[in-house]
Every structure is written in structure tokens, then in C-alpha cells.
């Protein structure tokens, strides 16, 4: 694996949060603290695993996962993602999009993804939101960390309990 790059990979959420993905697992924003991310395990009602980033590193790991990673389903959180990335930033024609998405997935995955008639109203609810936004950076996936962190300092960090 390059070394420069991060083992993991970040993606928007719909309320525009941040997911991170790794290993088949899925971790939500917690909080920053710091030049520190901290994520907890998307299943954190039962699961108390949770890992702190800084910069393109996973720098701790607290708890294990109660839980088998799913590796397929984070596959198909990142292909989401890439298609309402494209969504946004393109002009590329749904069909052209999903289709770009679909040659990237397992068939395991393609199994896992929305149908198409909601993976095109996902497409057409982004165009809708981008003109109706004010400009922002759309692309979080392929900013360089400090920059997306640096974006976040305003946010995240209204929950103190931990
Ligand atoms: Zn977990």
C-alpha cells in the first residue's frame, strides 16, 4: 500500500457529516479534538469500537467490534458516494453514472446497492441541492485531509460526554 495515502477513506453523509470507512467497518464522526478525529462504529448503540485519526492516520483503536465487518456494504457506501460526487460535479448523464459506479462494484456489492430508479433520484436530488447551495467544496473524498479537518473546526464538537 502507498504510504502516503490513508488506509481508510472518507465519505459525505446526506446531513453532511462525514462517514469513515475501513476494513469493512463504518465509523461516524464524533468529535475533534485537536489535530484528532474521533470516530465511533456506526453500530454505536451496541458496539463501543472507536479509532482516532490525525491527518491520514488511524493513530488509536479503542475496543473491538462486536460485530464481522461488511465489507460489501462499505463497498457500496464509497460507490454512493462516487455517484453523487459525479452528481454534483458533472454533467454526465445519470445512466453514465450509475453505469460508472456499477463497473466498480463486486457482484456481491451490486446486489447490496438501491435500485436504479432510486439511484436516479439520489442523482437528481444532488443536482437539485447543488443549485440550490451555496459554493462549498463537494469533493471532500479527494481533498487533502488538512484541508477537509480544517473545514470542520466549526462543527462536531457539540458533544462533550467522552
Ligand atoms: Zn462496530
Not at 470507512?21 to 470516530?39: A, I, K, N, Q, S
Request: charged content about 25%.
Amino acid at each position: 500500500m502507498d504510504p502516503d495515502q490513508p488506509s481508510f477513506r472518507l465519505i459525505r453523509t446526506n446531513k453532511g457529516g462525514q462517514k469513515l470507512l475501513e476494513g469493512g467497518y463504518v465509523y461516524l464522526m464524533h468529535r475533534r479534538v485537536g489535530e484528532m478525529t474521533h470516530w465511533q462504529c456506526e453500530q454505536r448503540g451496541e458496539c463501543k469500537a472507536r479509532v482516532h485519526t490525525k491527518g491520514i492516520e488511524i493513530v488509536k483503536r479503542t475496543n473491538e467490534h462486536l460485530h464481522v465487518p461488511d465489507v460489501q456494504a462499505t463497498a457500496c457506501c464509497e460507490i454512493k458516494a462516487s455517484i453523487k460526487r459525479k452528481a454534483r460535479d458533472t454533467q454526465d448523464n445519470s445512466h453514465h453514472i450509475i453505469g460508472e459506479g456499477m463497473l466498480t462494484a463486486s457482484e456481491g456489492t451490486a446486489a447490496k446497492l438501491p435500485k436504479l430508479d432510486s439511484l436516479k433520484r439520489t442523482i437528481q436530488r444532488q443536482r437539485a441541492s447543488v443549485l440550490s447551495a451555496p459554493v462549498q467544496p463537494t469533493a471532500l473524498a479527494e481533498y487533502p485531509l488538512s484541508c477537509w479537518a480544517a473545514a470542520r473546526t466549526d462543527s462536531a464538537t457539540d458533544d462533550q460526554s467522552s
